[in-house]
């Protein structure tokens, strides 16, 4: 799952055991790393993961 919000796309994908990759695009900073398995602030970063 990619998402932006670490409430409702990040955690809800972490509570139906699904990896998560957060897109931090606000910079809003680590406290997300935390919760997320990937994080990212550019799309073009997904191409590393997948």
């Known amino acids: 799952m990619i998402g932006d919000s670490l409430s409702s796309d990040i955690m809800g994908a ?11 695009h606000k ?15 550019n ?3 997904l191409l590393s993961l997948v």
């Open 43 to 45: 799309l073009r970063e």
């Open 27 to 41: 910079g809003q900073g680590v406290s997300g790393r935390d919760a997320a398995d990937y994080h990212i602030s």
């Open 14 to 24: 972490k509570n139906a055991g699904i990896a998560t990759c957060w897109y931090d």
